[in-house]
């Protein structure tokens, strides 16, 4: 009866772990963190607040009553993705994908963190390879194309390109205008080379004290979308989870009220407004 009952409360542990695995991410981040010894890999801070600060001095504060006040350096996680693609039909590439596990798009450049722009709206639809073909022929003639033009560019039967773009129509990644077909995104950039010109070297830093973000994305959903987006050619070999340090930057107004704004501590410019929550 003994072992029964022992035996019964592993079973309860272990589905209690892996609930807490599956639906707490802080529950997650904490496990991992005890098996990385207590470290995580970041992007080096090259600009301090204070430098922020004054460089940015007027157009943060708009007279002599609004204050700053003191910053808060966060982490924010992003995908490190080692790949292999096709370059060119005798040359393959190789290098490393940053892609945002907070925003779901890709990093092309760490020195001026210029982002895509469209892959978010496709992680949260999951597209497959088949909506992707058409993504990808839309995407490189601009955004949009005709049926008889885009029917002969996939090279595929009508219907079978109906069957795509209906699915495409369904989770409002396209639009139709009569016999065009648009893409269903403000200016859109999904054509790039699947490999972020990656600039500046990672440390290692503690956690002890580290404020890090909360994830929005599941790595496995980042390696599903550009599976799908690179086409068949494309291979993830490795990947591991780094991350960006970000400042929080509060100024205080003379009615009492805050603005918050983030600043990107690797280059020092400013980031989209977005609830960096940690966790």
Not at 51 to 56: F, K, T, W
Not at 113 to 125: L, M, N, P, R, Y
Not at 209 to 225: E, F, G
Request: net charge positive; glycine share 6%; charged share 25%.
């Amino acid at each position: 009866m003994r072992w029964v009952t022992i035996l019964l409360g592993c079973v309860v542990l272990g589905l209690g772990g892996f609930w807490s695995w599956i639906y707490f991410p802080g529950f997650r981040s904490k496990v991992e963190d005890f098996l990385s010894s207590g470290t995580f890999q970041t992007l080096e801070v090259r600009y301090s607040a204070e430098s922020i600060m004054d460089a940015h001095r007027k157009e943060l504060l708009k007279d002599n009553d609004h204050v700053f006040l003191d910053p808060t350096l966060k982490f924010v996680p992003y995908l490190m993705m080692d790949v292999k693609y096709l370059r060119s039909q005798d040359k393959t590439g190789e290098g490393l994908i940053l892609w945002g596990l907070c925003d779901g798009e890709m990093v092309i450049n760490t020195g001026t963190w210029e982002k895509t722009h469209g892959f978010t709206d496709c992680i949260a639809s999951n597209a497959t390879r088949q909506e992707f073909r058409i993504i990808n022929a839309l995407a490189s003639r601009g955004g949009s194309w005709d049926r008889d033009g885009l029917s002969k560019f996939l090279n595929i039967e009508n219907n079978v390109l109906d069957t795509w773009v209906d699915s495409c129509r369904k989770k409002s990644l396209i639009v139709q205008t009569g016999n065009t077909y648009r893409l269903h995104l403000q200016n859109p950039r999904l054509m790039v080379i699947p490999e972020t010109k990656l600039e500046q070297w990672l440390v290692t830093k503690s956690t002890k004290h580290a404020l890090r973000v909360k994830k929005r994305y599941r790595p496995s959903q980042i390696k599903s979308i550009a599976q799908a987006a690179f086409g068949n050619e494309f291979a993830i070999r490795e990947t591991k989870e780094v991350f960006l340090p970000v400042y929080s930057i509060v100024v205080q107004n003379p009615d009492g009220s805050q603005m918050t704004s983030y600043w990107n501590a690797l280059n020092g410019k400013r980031l989209p407004s977005s609830p960096y929550e940690v966790d």
